[in-house]
């Protein structure tokens, strides 16, 4: 089966401006394989409510799961079911929260589109060969954000931020009844670089998450009768060259997370992280 290719150049775009911007219609999908994506977009329909927004609230459905990613071979495997965890610094609304999300469907993690899409998002990054041998940590987040008439939705509650990943790809999967949700690129003193909306499958966009920063407005329905809907999937890559392979239930256990989520700064993409995360049991 063939892969997924594109008509521009991320690569290129990511390496000098460090965000590029990807309309639906530059993705060239094989016929074979646009028959998982058909599957894959159905999916968004079996998500579980996300209990960690401000009480009362109640538009967010998601799944995560964490993976590991050896590029070179293509391995993509996933951990057993483990808390997703920002510190405050960094996620103001939801940080120093284990935060116990639903995990991945198998169908979801095996289905050939999915498998594929990582290691295409994962093509266009600017990387080394040494890195492109080295594992990577990836999280996948599966998210419906719902706007109602009573309520907006607020795709990224915590405003403009940083995920403290290496690398974010955002996808979008549907987009249904909602005005809002346009989604900006920021330095990382908060000038604001660029905006465009998502609108169709596959509209996406990816960034240098160390470099830029990212936040998405809120969406209202169109039509205040009925609930709109912003389905989109996070692909995020973090360089973790030490990186265990999981086996059996193994999942990442509390110090490994605030390792992954404060990893050592890449060669070269001049980028000095954090460290100084005091380690506690679980």
Request: aromatic content about 12%; some cysteine.
């Amino acid at each position: 089966m063939k892969g997924i290719t594109i008509t521009q150049s991320v690569y290129l775009q990511l390496k000098t401006k460090k965000y590029v911007f990807v309309p639906h219609n530059e993705f060239i999908i094989p016929k074979d394989l646009n028959i998982y994506n058909i599957q894959f977009k159905k999916d968004w329909k079996k998500l579980e409510k996300d209990n960690y927004l401000k009480t009362g609230r109640s538009f967010r459905y998601r799944r995560f799961r964490y993976f590991y990613f050896l590029p070179v071979s293509g391995k993509i495997l996933a951990y057993a079911p483990t808390p997703y965890y920002q510190p405050a610094e960094i996620n103001k609304y939801a940080g120093d929260i284990d935060r116990k999300f639903s995990p991945l469907k198998s169908k979801t993690i095996n289905n050939p589109f999915f498998q594929e899409l990582i290691q295409f998002d994962f093509r266009q990054l600017p990387v080394s060969q040494k890195e492109k041998c080295e594992p990577w940590l990836v999280d996948i987040h599966q998210i419906r954000t719902v706007a109602t008439v009573a309520e907006s939705g607020e795709p990224t509650p915590e405003g403009i931020h940083h995920d403290e990943n290496d690398f974010v790809w955002i996808h979008l999967i549907k987009r249904k009844n909602i005005t809002g949700g346009s989604s900006s690129i920021y330095s990382n003193d908060e000038k604001l670089l660029a905006s465009c909306m998502l609108h169709k499958n596959m509209d996406s966009m990816v960034f240098w998450d160390p470099k830029v920063m990212h936040g998405v407005t809120s969406v209202h329905p169109k039509d205040p009768t009925k609930n709109g809907i912003r389905d989109v999937l996070l692909i995020c890559f973090t360089h973790r060259p030490g990186l265990q392979v999981p086996t059996g239930n193994s999942i990442l256990d509390y110090k490994e997370i605030k390792a992954n989520i404060n990893p050592p700064a890449l060669s070269e993409h001049g980028y000095k992280r954090r460290m100084d995360m005091e380690s506690t049991p679980e």
